[in-house]
């Protein structure tokens, strides 16, 4: 489920451009004369935006140069059907989102909900509405102690390039939907954190739920998606040492249990698994100029089917951001995790992530970010021999011009490519977005 | 009798020389200091208390004494403003007037740009532009910490803009601007 977080933090689906990971401000940046101030309603604020845009993108299937130029093909039960190539398409987006904060002296409650609104000019079936809610709390017992309580959903559209909505045909052909895949993705926790003094211990349960809509092939077949449905429940537990004043130690384990919906997927393969992660790592604060969290640990998933590969893998991971100047901010980001797929001969995938972002106020009202990211995603095979592992990588560039304190322009641009064991799977896509955005 | 001129031409030297020299011991400009409008004056004409006072430079440049009327004084040094008053005094009012001229206080410096308080300031004798930007509240964090521009009135025109470090001295009636720097 991690990955899918990943993914609703970027914005859009097709014209995912700018960050991969959530980047701080700049922390010299915030209070200046272009800070929106919100809207204070009650004991409230509210951060409206809503952002207008043309977005351009040349292979919005995520297909390779080699697929097939052929208009029609004949599928294997005789069906015709008519061939996606790598195809560009400029479109129409609207960007939209509200943040709520509270204001109180005990206690929090805040909120987020963002709508993603695409309409393409000739590829109609990959117009898009995506949408999000969420609501987080904290409820204060005393000093040092307080519940924690978190309720969201998403509903979106898969992404053309996820390998579990597209599947290869020989070397020339992939199959996929006439429209992308969407799913409701839903979420809900306690949890409950104890600081006395210099030790604090933290526990949470969570429980995620994952649903997906069918779609039609190009073939005109029905898929059914009701075997990638499933469920997610975990429980976390934490305890954390303040070594000095900002820095402190923690240790942190989760035990969870990915549960399908359907004992056995459409291949027949039973999914379901159990799984840990232990981590050790610390957080520090050096003088406001190096802010971040390391830690390593081990991982470790489990299936309940004797056929299915088990995942086992040693845990890294760091997230900091650098402050080299006034002025700029680097961010560093390491993961990783195991995650879901539908692939017939792999029981899931260790996806490792390293991704850097540079951000930099140029002027006050001028914002520029450049960022880089790559995965390899090594699926854990069933079969002895066989290999499946895919390289992904990512740049952007954006430029923010803040024209006031309630407009701001900006300028997206991001390459991302995918090279893979599985030639067929491979792309390169180029995405550009320009839009027109106020805020409150 | 000629002694008695001997010691009266020494104590006339002393005496016209007296305001400068006077000056110099409490800490005035020197001679090249340049007046301005802002500055209040304290002078003396030797046994005339009616001309004797404070005077302060208005904003177009001039200050008014009693029967000589308006003076232009921005742009002229002391020693050419007392050579003026000696000038307009002579010999309509008196026959040999001795004039001395003390600066009681300097027009202000003025700071703008990245600093945390920009405004004007009351010039002290002896500070550096990193002593204005301190007293200012400091940098910003965008501003560039290198040199400042500042910009001075020669007389009545417009002043142009010149690149100074930080260890330079202040002078009465600088416009400082700390500017921003894009890396």
């Known amino acids: 489920m991690t990955k899918l977080r990943t993914i609703i933090t970027a914005a859009g689906v097709s014209f995912t451009v700018g960050t991969l990971f959530v980047v701080p401000q700049l922390a010299y940046s915030q209070g200046n004369d272009y800070t929106p101030l919100g809207i204070h309603k009650g004991s409230f604020y509210f951060f409206p935006v809503v952002e207008l845009g043309i977005g351009y993108d040349d292979n919005v299937f995520r297909l390779p140069d080699s697929v097939d130029g052929r208009d029609v093909i004949i599928g294997s039960d005789g069906s015709t059907a008519s061939v996606k190539t790598r195809q560009s398409d400029t479109a129409v987006i609207m960007r939209g989102s509200v943040a709520m904060n509270s204001d109180w002296n005990r206690h929090a409650l805040n909120g987020l909900a963002t709508m993603d609104l695409g309409k393409y000019s000739d590829l109609s079936s990959e117009d898009f509405g995506n949408y999000s809610l969420g609501l987080d709390g904290r409820l204060d017992v005393k000093r040092g102690n307080a519940f924690t309580s978190k309720i969201g959903t998403t509903t979106r559209n898969e992404s053309r390039s996820s390998v579990d909505s597209r599947e290869p045909e020989g070397n020339t052909l992939i199959v996929f939907g006439e429209e992308p895949t969407r799913y409701t993705f839903n979420y809900v926790g306690v949890g409950y954190k104890y600081n006395p003094a210099r030790l604090g211990v933290s526990a949470n349960l969570d429980y995620e739920a994952i649903n997906y809509d069918d779609v039609t092939n190009i073939f005109g077949q029905n898929v059914d998606n009701s075997d990638r449905n499933r469920t997610r429940p975990n429980a976390t537990a934490r305890i954390g040492y303040e070594l000095m004043p900002q820095r402190s130690l923690y240790i942190e384990g989760q035990v969870y249990n990915i549960d399908y919906d359907s004992q056995f997927d459409n291949n027949g393969i039973e999914r379901s698994s159990t799984g840990y992660k232990t981590t050790a790592g610390m957080n520090f604060d050096l003088s406001n100029l190096l802010v971040g969290d390391v830690f390593v640990g081990y991982l470790e998933q489990n299936y309940d089917s004797d056929t299915q590969a088990d995942i086992s893998s040693s845990l890294f991971g760091m997230g900091l951001t650098w402050f080299p100047t006034r002025l700029t901010s680097i961010d560093f980001r390491l993961d990783r995790n195991v995650e879901e797929s539908t692939e017939a001969t792999a029981s899931g995938y260790l996806s490792s992530t390293a991704g850097v972002v540079i951000k930099h106020e140029l002027k006050r009202n001028i914002i520029l970010t450049a960022d880089a990211d790559y995965t390899k995603n090594e699926f854990q095979q069933n079969v002895e021999g066989r290999k499946e592992n895919e390289n992904i990588t990512g740049f952007g560039l954006e430029g923010r011009y803040l024209i006031s304190r309630r407009w701001f322009t900006s300028l997206q641009y991001r390459r991302e490519s995918r090279e893979s064991d599985i030639a067929i799977q491979e792309y390169t896509d180029n995405r550009g977005l320009l839009t027109l955005g106020v805020n409150w | ?183």
Not at chain 2, 22 to 34: K, R
């Open chain 2, 1 to 183: 009798m000629s002694r008695f001129f001997s010691l009266s031409l020494f104590l006339s030297l002393l005496l016209l020389f007296a305001g400068p020299l006077y000056a110099a011991a409490n800490n005035q400009p020197d001679a090249n200091y340049q007046l301005g409008a802002g500055d209040k004056l304290s002078i003396t004409v030797f046994n005339q208390e009616d001309l004797s006072g404070e005077y302060t430079i208005n904003g177009s440049g001039r200050f008014t004494m009693p029967f000589i009327d308006k003076i232009q004084a921005a742009g002229l040094t002391i020693p050419d403003l007392i050579e003026l008053i000696i000038g307009k005094l002579k010999p309509d009012y008196l026959l040999n007037p001795r004039v001395s001229i003390e600066v009681l206080n300097f027009r202000p410096y003025y700071i703008i740009g990245e600093v945390s308080s920009p405004g004007a300031y009351p010039f002290v004798e002896g500070i550096t532009y990193l002593n204005a930007v301190a007293i200012a509240g400091g940098f910003s964090y965008r501003a560039r910490q290198k040199y400042v521009m500042v910009k001075r009135k020669d007389d009545d025109a417009e002043g142009k803009e010149v690149k100074l470090k930080l260890n330079s001295f202040v002078l009465p009636g600088d416009i400082i601007r700390v500017t921003e720097r894009l890396f």
